[in-house]
């Protein structure tokens, strides 16, 4: 049994992302990510050093994370599956690279905001020292999770909304019982896969940004030693 393809009237737009050619070597671990993520927020000031949640709970980082989905549903909203990120100067238009000036364009829409999910999603398990997946195993590694057995009491499910939902409902477990991350991250990379989105660049592109962005950027935290 598979599951239906979202409804047509959900499809009004293609994914315009730009999908660069990759080969074996260009792939990264889940391991990978997690180390950059981790030295990033380390870097930034989102983290301490000595590691642990500061003063964050577990269920903190789970309404973090579902706060990522939300604004996924939201760039659904505004922009379908458009990549709509705006290139920061006319160097970085001109040259589809970050600009030496001003530093890479800010990535918009659901890909950028499904990247969003996975950074939090990796970086909650680093946080709380349980594993989300193997650390030697890729994003084509990881299989499809098909809500039809996994979830069985639920309704088909049919329109993007459905499926952020569910995938809401998949971190929603993480707070329960850690050892539902795994299923969680199957979770999103079967949404991201089911709308085109290519989840590993989309990361690469957010991770790209979110180094050049300054030290607590935004200045927003649930508690002052922590995220």
């Known amino acids: 049994m598979t599951d239906p393809p979202p409804a047509a009237a959900d499809q ?3 994914p315009t992302t730009p999908t660069p050619e990759r080969t074996p070597e260009m792939a990264i671990t889940i391991g990978a990510m997690t180390a950059e993520i981790r030295a990033n927020n380390i870097a930034k000031g989102w983290r301490s050093a000595e590691g642990g949640p500061g003063g964050n709970t577990l269920g903190d980082y789970i309404a973090l994370l579902e706060t990522e989905v939300s604004e996924a549903l939201e760039a659904y909203r505004d922009w379908k599956l458009e990549d709509a990120t ?19 364009s800010k990535p918009e829409g659901v890909g950028s905001e499904l990247a969003d999910v996975l950074i939090r999603l990796l970086d909650t398990g680093d946080v709380f020292g349980f594993e989300i997946f193997g650390r030697d195993f890729e994003l084509g590694d990881v299989a499809d999770l098909f809500p039809a057995r996994s979830d069985v009491d639920l309704p088909e499910l049919v329109s993007f909304g459905d499926h952020m ?20 991250l199957r979770a999103l990379v079967t949404v991201a896969r089911r709308y085109g989105i290519d989840l590993e660049f989309e990361y690469t592109r957010k991770m790209e940004y979110n ?9 927003r935290a649930l508690v002052e030693t922590g995220a």
């Open 12 to 14: 009004t737009a293609e």
């Open 86 to 104: 705006k290139p920061i100067c006319g160097k970085a238009a001109a040259t589809g690279r970050p600009c030496p000036e001003h530093g890479p």
């Open 165 to 184: 939902a569910w995938l809401t409902r998949r971190i929603d477990f993480i707070w329960t019982s850690p050892t539902n991350a795994p299923m969680a």
């Open 211 to 219: 180094r050049a962005r300054p030290y607590r950027h935004g200045g």
